[in-house]
């Protein structure tokens, strides 16, 4: 399937006696192991046949079914129809399975020296060899292994959506495929919220799904609306620059673009998260800043149709609106509220371990064990709220810093105007996003949630993404 890919300069590509008994050769063995495998896990064997084309033959669809089933599916639901375990035992997702072929279809094309091992995918390659050292530091260190696992997992998408989507910013053609699937994930990320809001759909011992009973400061609410939390302002940014460009000029398009703005801020009211409508805020600030002073009107029009959307749809949900409203009052109270005082004591605790391991940090599984007399029992847990807390604690201070500062360089980039407006639209989203996703850590831990991780290493593709050449059409990365 890799020798599917055109040798240069020919439109018609020559296959060779090799390349056809090597590719023979693969699709037997491909057929036995089905055949072996299907009458013992018939699901894994499915699976498996759907995963190896999928990788290897079609790399954007590869990439946008990893993004998207890390965004929208739950961690428990790709659990139960992992590849191989899954359910309380070792497991590969599916999401796991098609990151591996990916990477080996990475190192096949570097092998034969179809794509250049530049400096982006190098940082990419010492990424990944840190993720594994941090996964081996904290097992050996008596870290569960388990939890390792787990949290590698999240990390490592970050890492591996870069590295897939790397040489594919070098094509026109696969750029408007992502395009595509960032439309898809806009409608399909507030359908789902609102379907979990409307049929209450309880909340997931995972944390990425259902509706979670509200805290000490939301009495009386449905609850707060968890699945896609992440997501949200994402999704506003990208369809709010798209509105500003000035391009979207058809009714359609802008019905389109305004109905996944709408949506996706109905569920971010709902979420009841005020970081998160903070940097929702900021991202759309950022994405009037990047375009400029030809931006303020439109910003202005379509920011008063979108507040007025909201008040308009409020009335049909008076509760819930009363409830933002007062959540939205209590920013003034944070010292109060006792989600603050958790942060704050379990924060304390990693400090100390950050301060006994700097250089090093504690490695992946590791667990800090804290606890506030009177207010909160002893608790050891491997997680906490701090994004940036958590990489010193697990990975040490230096790759901390290492990775803000590679996402603020990747903010501060030119977007480049390359005849695609679109494409554009795109890059001024991600560095927005960026910025948003630089601020939300030292309240929510994005690093380690496995719903925004590969969107992450995605958005940095794109941010560093230089402008791309016109090849010939046998050099096109996906069909």
């Known amino acids: 399937m890799i020798g599917a890919l055109e040798a240069p300069g020919s439109d018609h590509p020559r296959v060779t006696p090799g390349q056809l008994s090597r590719c023979m050769g693969a699709a037997c063995a491909a057929a036995a192991g089905f055949g072996v495998l299907f009458p013992v896990a018939p699901g894994a064997a499915i699976e498996v046949l759907v995963l190896i084309p999928l990788a290897f033959a079609t790399p954007v669809a590869a990439l946008s079914v990893l993004v998207l089933i890390t965004a929208l599916v739950p961690f428990e639901l790709q659990d139960d129809l992992a590849v191989v375990g899954g359910r309380d035992q070792p497991g590969l997702l599916f999401v796991d399975a098609l990151l591996v072929l990916g990477l080996l279809r990475v190192l096949w094309l570097l092998m034969r020296r179809r794509l250049e091992f530049d400096l982006p995918l190098i940082v990419g390659s010492i990424a990944l060899l840190i993720c594994c050292a941090a996964l081996g530091w904290g097992v050996a260190q008596g870290g569960a292994l388990s939890e390792a696992g787990h949290e590698a ?59 979670r009973m509200g805290n000490d400061l939301v009495v009386g609410s449905r609850g707060m609306l968890q699945g896609g939390m992440f997501g949200y302002p994402l999704a506003i940014t990208f369809a709010w620059a798209a509105l500003l460009s000035g391009r979207v000029r058809t009714s359609a398009g802008q019905a389109l673009l305004g109905g996944i703005l709408i949506l996706n801020a109905v569920c971010l009211v709902l979420t009841y998260e005020r970081t998160m409508w903070l940097v929702t805020v900021l991202q759309c600030v950022v994405v009037v800043v990047i375009y ?176 791309p050449a016109e090849p010939p059409q046998s050099m096109r990365c996906d069909r």
């Open 153 to 211: 997992r999240r990390v490592v998408m970050a890492v591996g959506a870069f590295i897939l989507a790397w040489p594919l910013m070098a094509d026109r053609s696969t750029r408007r495929r992502m395009i595509r699937m960032l439309l898809v994930l806009g409608l399909a990320l507030p359908l789902w919220g609102l379907a979990q809001w409307m049929f209450e759909i309880g909340y997931v011992s995972s944390g990425d799904a259902g509706v």
């Open 292 to 467: 400029g002073a030809a931006a303020i009107g439109p910003a202005v029009r379509w920011g008063a149709m979108g507040l007025g959307a909201l008040v308009c749809l409020s009335m049909a949900a008076p509760g819930e609106a009363l409830m933002a409203v007062k959540r939205l009052m209590t920013v003034s109270e944070v010292s109060t509220d006792r989600s603050y005082s958790y942060r704050v004591i379990e924060s304390e605790a990693a400090i100390d371990e950050i301060t006994a391991r700097p250089v090093t940090g504690s490695g992946l599984g590791a667990t800090i064990t804290w606890e506030s007399h009177g207010v909160f029992a002893p608790m050891m847990t491997s997680f906490i709220h701090n994004g940036y807390l958590w990489l010193a604690w697990k990975f040490g201070v230096p790759v901390a810093a290492l990775v803000v500062l590679i996402m603020v360089s990747a903010i501060m980039r030119r977007t480049h105007h390359d005849g695609d407006w679109r494409w554009s639209t795109v890059s001024v989203a991600s560095r927005a996003s960026l910025a948003g996703l630089v601020l939300i850590p030292i309240t929510f831990p994005v690093f380690n949630v496995l719903g925004v991780t590969p969107l992450l290493g995605f958005f940095l593709a794109v941010c560093f993404a230089r402008r």
